[in-house]
């Protein structure tokens, strides 16, 4: 399964997904709590860090990926499954 997550409201994230034919759910942590448990909050910026966590089926974090390159992405997530 594969998720995004965000800051914005749930309004949002459903309306970047239909302008983009986004095809993955997004879920929405405008109270930033998801965002700081896992660490991408960034105090310079209003937004977070993009991070991608691969995480296995029991729910622990086996890879994250803190220098996300959304063209290459998906291929380097891919691998790492393979």
Do not use: W
Not at 3 to 8: E, K, P, R, T, Y
Not at 19 to 25: E, G, N
């Amino acid at each position: 399964m594969i998720l995004g997550a965000s800051f914005d409201t749930p309004e949002d994230n459903r309306a970047f997904q239909e302008k983009f034919d986004f095809p993955y759910d997004l879920l929405s942590d405008p109270d930033q709590v998801a965002g700081a448990a896992y660490g991408v909050i960034q105090a310079e910026k209003p937004y977070p860090a993009r991070h991608s966590f691969l995480i296995d089926p029991d729910g622990h974090i086996v890879k994250v990926y803190d220098a996300v390159v959304p063209a290459e992405h998906p291929d380097e997530v891919l691998r790492d499954l393979g």
